[in-house]
T-cell receptor, first 112, second 113 residues
Framework: KQEVTQIPAALSVPEGENLVLNCSFTDSAIYNLQWFRQDPGKGLTSLLL?????REQTSGRLNASLDKSSGRSTLYIAASQPGDSATYLCAVYNQAGTALIFGKGTTLSVSS | KAGVTQTPRYLIKTRGQQVTLSCSPI?????VSWYQQTPGQGLQFLFEYFSETQRNKGNFPGRFSGRQFSNSRSEMNVSTLELGDSALYLC????????????FGQGTRLTVV
């Protein structure tokens, strides 16, 4: 059974710092991995989708990598800003490709 | 292009009542999935519909049910509400091809008193 773990659960950094969020999964036979952002009480915003054939994906200040063999993905945020404060969730699809399995998220706080 | 729309945004219900939540997917998307988010359990998959058929179901009791209409809009129903059903219910829309990018709505916050 696929399990997704995110470490750390919470992270506080000063503005301008580069940071890395970690996501690990137990079954390396995944297809795609998706990173989301969630602001308090809101829905999920899709940040990046990494397909299984890709090693990394970039969008602006965000870079996500995928290493299937080690069961890990990282989300790199460059030059963090207070507006980046949110909970970041990673998710992988189940075997059928029809349901996302989520980690518990990393809550990021960026202070100015 | 319009995103995923969930209605209502907030609901307060009494134990024992039933509730229906609605989700309109992105235009052209044929798959709608439902998730429950609670502080303790995080995000958990409820079920997924594609072309009016339930294609996958999570590990929730039969009180939780759903359906999808021919225009891809979906409804989720919870009967005999319990206090533990209080949660943020999120709907996700995708093209319907497995493993493709999912887009979420703003959610419906259900409070059971």
């Amino acid at each position: 059974k696929q399990e997704v773990t995110q470490i750390p659960a919470a992270l506080s950094v000063p503005e301008g710092e580069n940071l890395v969020l970690n996501c690990s999964f137990t079954d390396s036979a995944i297809y795609n991995l998706q990173w989301f952002r969630q602001d308090p009480g809101k829905g999920l915003t899709s940040l990046l989708l990494i397909q299984s054939s890709q090693r990394e994906q970039t969008s602006g200040r965000l870079n996500a990598s995928l290493d299937k063999s080690s069961g890990r993905s990282t989300l790199y945020i460059a030059a963090s800003q207070p507006g980046d404060s949110a909970t970041y969730l990673c998710a992988v699809y189940n075997q059928a490709g029809t349901a996302l399995i989520f980690g518990k998220g990393t809550t990021l706080s960026v202070s100015s | 292009k319009a995103g995923v729309t969930q209605t209502p945004r907030y609901l307060i219900k009494t134990r024992g009542q039933q509730v229906t939540l609605s989700c309109s997917p992105i235009s052209g998307h044929r798959s709608v999935s439902w998730y429950q988010q609670t502080p303790g359990q995080g995000l958990q998959f409820l079920f997924e519909y594609f072309s009016e058929t339930q294609r996958n179901k999570g590990n929730f009791p039969g009180r939780f049910s759903g359906r999808q209409f021919s225009n891809s809009r979906s409804e989720m129903n919870v009967s005999t509400l319990e206090l533990g059903d209080s949660a943020l219910y999120l709907c996700a829309s995708s093209s319907g091809t497995p493993n493709t990018e999912a887009f979420f709505g703003q959610g419906t916050r259900l409070t059971v008193v």
